[in-house]
């Protein structure tokens, strides 16, 4: 019969790498090119339904600041899912999601967590100081699946919700 999950899905990167845009982008259809920056945490919800199972996402969207880096731990415990987002027009935060990957892997406490590296903004193309092979090479060192997103022309954005649902529903 068709379940009913309910999933507790992380974002966590820099500040500026487009977490509040992606959520937004995928939970309401609409992008802010002056979004502003995140507070401790913001929480949305999101219903997908996919043939085997209607998936419920309980999203925790992050604060990039450094100084709200302690809080992270009460939105990615427990969490099914967590999402290192980086900017790709930014080595600084590819940096910090490799940093972020790290202490997910060593903190989170769930081997079974499903993590996804994000690189967003690939509408900048022209902007780019990572290249998708780099990103593509971590995300497959360190066990994580890897997409290039844009939340502006919402490039491959319900792809990574859907892909996340899938993998909840199976696990
Ligand atoms: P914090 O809340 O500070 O952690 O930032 P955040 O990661 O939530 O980033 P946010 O979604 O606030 O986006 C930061 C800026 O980047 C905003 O001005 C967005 O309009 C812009 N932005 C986000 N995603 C994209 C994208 O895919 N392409 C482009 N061109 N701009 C984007």
Known sequence: ?????QAKLVLLGDM????TSLVLRFVKGQFHEYQ???IGAA???QVL?????????DIWDTAGQERYHSLAP???RGAAAAVVVYDLTSMDSFQRAKKWVQELQRQAGNPKLIMFLVANKADLNEKRQVHNEEG???AKENGL???ETSAKTAQNVNELFYEIAKRVAKA
């Open 74 to 76: 009460m939105y990615y």
């Open 136 to 138: 593509e090479q971590y």
């Open 145 to 147: 699946s890897f997409l």
């Open 16 to 19: 500026g790498a487009g977490k």
């Open 43 to 45: 929480f949305f919800t």
């Open 36 to 38: 502003e920056s995140t």
């Open 1 to 5: 019969g068709n379940k009913n999950i």
């Open 49 to 57: 339904s996919l043939n085997e199972a209607t998936v419920k996402f």
